[in-house]
T-cell receptor
Framework: QKEVEQNSGPLSVPEGAIASLNCTYS??????FFWYRQYSGKSPELIMS????GDKEDGRFTAQLNKASQYVSLLIRDSQPSDSATYLC???????????FGTGTSLTVIP | DTGVSQDPRHKITKRGQNVTFRCDPI?????LYWYRQTLGQGPEFLTY????????KSRLLSDRFSAERPKGSFSTLEIQRTEQGDSAMYLC??????????????FGDGTRLSIL
């Protein structure tokens, strides 16, 4: 079982819609969760981090964490064509300092 | 904050040659990570330093790969006797161990390695 799993997509949404990206993780001891955006040929860029159960909002982005179900999600409201990218979920365990990444979900926002 | 810097941005070399990449982390960050990323995959952990100490190394990492961080600042990643399968983007990331437990990583622009 992979540490972090994401639906690879591609996910297509029309401009202005809500994009929903999901991620599950296998280690219940995971403590920190991150969403990165990666444009083609570029390096990952941190969007949001979340550590506690519930929702965390930052502008158009909302991260949701459910530790009991071992999933974390990212909602992008009012999606823009510039949001078209691959979104990587990363998880850090309580022990050790290694970060585990999913394979990413490709998002396309259609104008 | 000048960000994480990696050099070179691109490297093309023949199979069997040795290559070395450099990473300069964000100045106040004491943790440094190396990853490899291939098309359609997420970053794959290679190794991790806290200050000058190499604390974790992937079990999947071939002994042709070696990394150093001699003074706890910049780091180098060397690949000896390169193979076709080494073609990938090599990413460096840094983070801080101070403050909150949940410090994120910040990535450099990566070094794209192509093996001919």
């Amino acid at each position: 079982q992979k540490e972090v799993e994401q639906n690879s997509g591609p996910l297509s949404v029309p401009e202005g819609a809500i994009a929903s990206l999901n991620c599950t993780y296998s280690d219940r001891g995971s403590q920190s969760f991150f969403w990165y955006r990666q444009y083609s040929g570029k390096s990952p860029e941190l969007i949001m981090s979340i550590y506690s159960n519930g929702d965390k909002e930052d502008g158009r982005f909302t991260a949701q964490l459910n530790k009991a179900s071992q999933y974390v999600s990212l909602l992008i409201r009012d999606s823009q064509p510039s949001d078209s990218a691959t979104y990587l979920c990363a998880v850090k365990r309580y022990t050790g300092n290694q970060f585990y990444f999913g394979t990413g979900t490709s998002l396309t926002v259609i104008p | 904050d000048t960000g994480v810097s990696q050099d070179p941005r691109h490297k093309i070399t023949k199979r069997g040659q040795n290559v070395t990449f450099r990473c300069d982390p964000i100045s106040e960050h004491n943790r440094l990570y190396w990853y490899r990323q291939t098309l359609g995959q997420g970053p794959e952990f290679l190794t991790y330093f806290q200050n000058e100490a190499q604390l974790e190394k992937s079990r999947l990492l071939s002994d042709r790969f070696s990394a150093e961080r001699p003074k706890g600042s910049f780091s180098t990643l060397e690949i000896q006797r390169t193979e076709q399968g080494d073609s990938a983007m090599y990413l460096c990331a840094s983070s801080s161990s101070t403050g909150t437990l949940h410090q994120p990583q910040h990535f450099g622009d990566g070094t794209r390695l192509s093996i001919l």
